[in-house]
């Protein structure tokens, strides 16, 4: 098929033109061409800013494509001008949603796509306007739009931004090597689901041109539950040595430091456990091939080889022996 990815540079969409490649798809990329390329063989790039309207509209004319998957699309005005920009009726686009768009507390777990989204915009303002962008793409594809949702879980890969209570990256690798402690939201027992690239690429690509998967949306998280505490204790294991973890209730960490910390008081606080059974039955390449001990092995791996990707936020780094020291003090007075 030939295949637009709008976007295509980030941790998801990188794995996403990867796999189109390794399936023999006509991969075509437009993103404004500001990061990194990681691809592992050479692509066709537009370069475009989608915020420009005209300029996108205009980098479209003409242009047809099989199948377009928008991993840009963050309301219904950004939907909008994809299905605009390209009108042709028989190209099948696959939306990038998230579980963000979830209604949340949840009734009960395992979630599946059945879970109520969002209606108020206050509490997650991300997850509402993906909500309203899901609206927006039902409406389209009962006037006949081929569409497919796919709302991706937390996901970490070669090249992710996001790893941590307090998105420390390597940060975390080196509190632990140096015996540091860190910080955790709740008793870290909250069970969650971590998904790898690679593995959720396999949704997005199988999902192409498949009649089964118009008009439909799927989550696409590993099967492989574990508590969050774990993820500490997984990086211990590669490093050979225990973390220190120190536990904080997600309410007292939102007055600490909100802004780093509104992240998990909107979405991780609550259990991250997925029913895979609508995707694995209408998407069957979608096997997991990472559980959480691999996923972590990988990234480490692509800490020790890029320099870059070892860089300190010397900030965060001052923030967490903050909370670590205003933790301490809190026992201190709770013990007399």
Request: aromatic share 12%; charged share 25%; hydrophobic share 40%.
């Amino acid at each position: 098929m030939n295949v637009l990815v709008i976007g295509g540079t980030g941790n998801i969409s990188t794995a996403i033109v990867d796999r189109l490649n390794e399936t023999g798809h006509k991969t075509t990329v437009f993103n404004r061409g500001l990061r990194p390329i990681r691809y592992k063989q050479e692509v066709p790039v537009i370069i475009g800013d989608k915020s420009d309207r005209a300029g996108f509209i205009a980098a479209m004319k003409g242009k047809e494509y099989d199948a377009v998957i928008d991993m840009i699309s963050y309301n219904l005005n950004d939907a909008g001008l994809t299905l605009e920009a390209i009108p042709n009726p028989g190209t099948h686009f696959v939306f990038a949603s998230t579980v963000a768009a979830y209604d949340r507390p949840y009734r009960g777990v395992p979630i599946t796509e059945r879970n109520a989204l969002w209606t108020t915009e206050d509490f997650y303002p991300y997850g509402y306007h993906k909500a309203r962008m899901e609206d927006f793409l039902w409406e389209r594809a009962a006037e006949g739009r081929k569409i497919t949702v796919i709302r991706p879980s937390l996901t970490y890969g070669v090249g992710c931004r996001n790893i941590g209570v307090l998105r420390q990256n390597y940060g975390v690798v080196e509190r632990i090597k140096n015996g540091k402690p860190l910080i955790m939201f709740g008793d870290g027992t909250n069970p969650w689901s971590w998904t790898f690239a690679p593995d959720l690429a396999k949704a997005f690509v199988g999902a192409l041109g498949r009649e089964r998967c118009f008009g439909q949306a799927y989550h696409a998280a590993s099967g492989d539950v574990r508590v969050w505490d774990e993820l500490y204790y997984g990086f211990g294991r590669i490093v050979g040595k225990k973390p220190v973890i120190l536990h904080m209730s997600t309410e007292m960490l939102m007055e600490a430091c909100p802004e780093q910390i509104t992240h998990v008081r909107q979405e991780k606080m609550f259990a991250g456990v997925f029913d895979n059974a609508k995707v694995k039955a209408d998407i069957p390449e979608f096997v997991c091939e990472y559980d959480l001990d691999r996923l972590l092995g990988a990234i480490y791996d692509w800490y020790m080889s890029d320099e870059q990707a070892r860089a300190i936020d010397d900030k965060l780094e001052r923030l967490e022996d903050t909370l670590v020291e205003k933790y301490n003090k809190c026992v201190g007075i709770l013990r007399g």
